[in-house]
C-alpha cells in the first residue's frame, strides 16, 4: 500500500474547551499536507471521499502549481462531501496567483483561514528588527485588507527563519493591529519549531493560533 502523509493540525477555533482533552477531538482536527505528499496522487473527488471515510470534517489546502487548475474542483468535491475548507496554503505577496485565489474563495462562497509564511536571516539590532517587523507588517498588511474584504482570517505561518519565532510574529501583529487590522492570527506547526521544544518544559513557549 502506497503511504500518504498526513500531518494533523489543531482546528483553529474561537468558542472555549471543556478541557485540554477536548481540543484534540476528531471534529476539531484539520487535515493538512496531504495533497502534494499523496503517494497515489488522488484527485479532489477521491481526496474528498478519503476525508470523508476518514472521519475528518475540516481540511487545509496545502498545493503546488500542477494543482491549480483544479482549484474549482477541489472545492466542489469538499462541498459535496461536508468537508469544511478551514484553510488554505496562501502565497506570501498579493500577487496573481493570489489575487486568482481570492477570486475563487468569492466565486464558491468559501472563508478560508490563509496561512501565509516568511522567512529571512536573524536581526543583529534593534534597528535592523525595528525595520524587518515593519516591513513584514506592509507585507502581510496588503494580503489582510484584501482577505477581510472576504471574511477571511490570516494566520502567520512558521517555517523556519526569523519569521517563524513566535516573538516576532506577535510583533508583526501587534504593528498591524495598530493600522487597524485585526484578522490575523498565528497557526503554530511543531514540525518546523524542533528548535523550540526545550521551551515546553521551561513553560516559556509561546503558542497561539488564529482567533
Given at each position: 500500500?502506497?503511504?500518504?502523509f498526513?500531518?494533523?493540525?489543531?482546528a483553529l477555533?474561537?468558542?472555549?474547551f471543556?478541557?485540554a482533552?477536548?481540543l484534540?477531538?476528531?471534529?476539531?482536527?484539520v487535515?493538512w499536507?496531504?495533497?502534494?505528499f499523496?503517494?497515489?496522487?488522488?484527485?479532489?473527488?477521491?481526496?474528498?471521499?478519503?476525508?470523508?471515510?476518514?472521519?475528518?470534517?475540516?481540511?487545509a489546502?496545502?498545493?503546488?502549481?500542477?494543482?491549480i487548475?483544479?482549484?474549482?474542483?477541489e472545492?466542489?468535491?469538499?462541498?459535496?462531501?461536508g468537508?469544511?475548507?478551514?484553510?488554505?496554503?496562501?502565497?506570501t505577496?498579493?500577487n496573481?496567483?493570489?489575487?486568482?485565489t481570492?477570486?475563487l474563495?468569492?466565486?464558491?462562497?468559501?472563508h478560508?483561514?490563509?496561512?501565509?509564511m516568511?522567512?529571512?536571516?536573524?536581526?543583529?539590532?534593534p534597528?535592523?528588527?525595528?525595520?524587518?517587523?515593519?516591513?513584514?507588517a506592509?507585507r502581510?498588511?496588503?494580503?489582510?485588507?484584501?482577505?477581510?474584504?472576504?471574511r477571511?482570517k490570516?494566520?502567520?505561518?512558521?517555517?523556519g527563519?526569523?519569521?517563524?519565532?513566535?516573538?516576532?510574529?506577535i510583533?508583526?501583529?501587534?504593528r498591524i493591529a495598530?493600522?487597524?487590522?485585526?484578522n490575523?492570527?498565528?497557526?503554530?506547526n511543531?514540525?518546523?519549531?524542533?528548535?523550540?521544544?526545550?521551551r515546553?518544559?521551561?513553560?516559556?513557549?509561546?503558542i497561539?493560533?488564529?482567533v
Amino acid at each position: 500500500m502506497n503511504p500518504l502523509f498526513v500531518l494533523m493540525a489543531v482546528a483553529l477555533l474561537s468558542a472555549p474547551f471543556a478541557s485540554a482533552d477536548d481540543l484534540f477531538d476528531r471534529e476539531n482536527l484539520v487535515a493538512w499536507c496531504i495533497v502534494p505528499f499523496d503517494a497515489k496522487k488522488r484527485g479532489p473527488e477521491e481526496r474528498a471521499q478519503m476525508l470523508e471515510r476518514l472521519g475528518f470534517k475540516r481540511f487545509a489546502y496545502d498545493y503546488r502549481a500542477e494543482h491549480i487548475p483544479t482549484f474549482d474542483a477541489e472545492i466542489d468535491a469538499l462541498k459535496r462531501h461536508g468537508i469544511e475548507l478551514t484553510a488554505w496554503w496562501f502565497p506570501t505577496v498579493l500577487n496573481d496567483e493570489a489575487q486568482m485565489t481570492l477570486d475563487l474563495f468569492k466565486r464558491h462562497n468559501v472563508h478560508p483561514q490563509l496561512w501565509v509564511m516568511g522567512g529571512g536571516t536573524p536581526t543583529k539590532t534593534p534597528e535592523e528588527q525595528k525595520q524587518r517587523i515593519d516591513e513584514e507588517a506592509a507585507r502581510i498588511r496588503t494580503i489582510a485588507e484584501a482577505a477581510a474584504a472576504l471574511r477571511c482570517k490570516v494566520a502567520l505561518y512558521n517555517h523556519g527563519g526569523w519569521f517563524g519565532e513566535p516573538e516576532n510574529q506577535i510583533e508583526i501583529i501587534q504593528r498591524i493591529a495598530r493600522d487597524g487590522v485585526t484578522n490575523v492570527g498565528i497557526v503554530y506547526n511543531l514540525h518546523h519549531g524542533h528548535e523550540h521544544l526545550d521551551r515546553f518544559a521551561s513553560g516559556k513557549a509561546i503558542i497561539a493560533v488564529c482567533v
